[in-house]
């Protein structure tokens, strides 16, 4: 399955929406691969589509030209192996953690075993915290907290959309680290939206670069290197951050 190639494609992806009665084209001809266990960064200007790119893969709007297809079938509506993290979280402010981190599965029906929500609170660190609400975490924690949201859901596909923002870059770096370690065992792709370079770096095995001018693909970034915490400290990382800055400088 590795290497068919048919895991995700993104085929001619385009989408607009009405604003008072205007039409406005947000993307146009976006064509993306992914395979299963693979890794990809999504950067680009705000406002350029990347949420909205996200969100269409998951199922959650309808693209207005184009396909997407996943394991083979046409996505036409929310998927139950994709899952997504948003970008301010998504928790439920009234809701205890304990309750929010079982909240997916137990609206998609998954049954978990005292075992697997034990394990995935070890994996990610957020033992103890069930009867906290969300607001009482920290920002590092809480991420963590929809973390553990989202792998309980089983997914082989993960969608994240810029989920270390807003975060001191200690904890940002630990949580980046989380998430490869977390890559490494579990068998998932996941796609990332970030407006951080290091972090489009550190995580995305390619980085494509979404455009505002022509509301496609800008440029896309081979990343083979990536995979290990000590990338950060590689030569070729700093490379490729220059790299990416002056793509996303003569984007602006
Ligand atoms: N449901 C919607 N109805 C109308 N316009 C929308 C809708 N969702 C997004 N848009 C518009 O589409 C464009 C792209 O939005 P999107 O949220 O995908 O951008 P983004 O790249 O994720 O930006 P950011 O980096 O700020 O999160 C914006 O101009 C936005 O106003
Ligand atoms: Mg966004």
């Not at 796609?191 to 455009?211: D, Q, S, W, Y």
């Not at 505002?212 to 440029?219: D, L, P, V």
Request: net charge positive.
């Amino acid at each position: 399955m590795a290497s068919s190639g048919k895991f995700l494609t993104v085929a001619g992806l385009s989408k607009s929406f009405l604003n008072a009665g205007r039409t406005s084209l947000v993307l146009d001809g976006i064509d993306l691969d992914l395979e299963f266990r693979d890794c990809v960064s999504i950067v680009g200007p705000s406002g350029c589509g990347k949420t909205t790119l996200l969100l269409a893969i998951a199922g959650l709007i309808d693209p207005t030209g184009g396909t997407i297809t996943f394991r083979g079938d046409r996505i036409s509506g929310p998927q139950h192996r994709i899952a997504l993290v948003l970008q301010h979280y998504g928790l439920f402010p009234w809701k205890r953690v304990g309750d929010n981190i079982t909240l997916g599965a137990r609206l998609q029906r998954i049954t978990l075993s005292g075992e697997k929500l034990a394990s995935v609170k070890k994996e990610l660190d957020i033992e103890g915290l069930d009867h906290f609400y969300p607001a009482q975490l920290s920002g590092g924690q809480r991420q963590r907290v929809a973390l553990a949201r989202a792998l309980l859901l089983n997914p082989v596909m993960l969608l994240l959309d810029e989920p270390f923002a807003a975060i001191d870059t200690v904890t940002r770096e630990r949580l980046q680290n989380s998430l490869l370690s977390v890559f490494a065992r579990r068998k998932f792709s996941f796609i990332i939206v970030t407006h951080n370079i290091e972090e489009a770096v550190f995580l995305g095995r390619r980085i494509i670069v979404l455009g505002n001018a022509q509301n496609g693909i800008a440029a896309v970034m081979d990343n083979p290197d990536m995979g290990n915490s000590d990338y950060r400290n590689d030569p070729v990382f700093f490379q490729r951050t220059t790299e990416l800055r002056n793509i996303l400088e003569k984007l602006e």
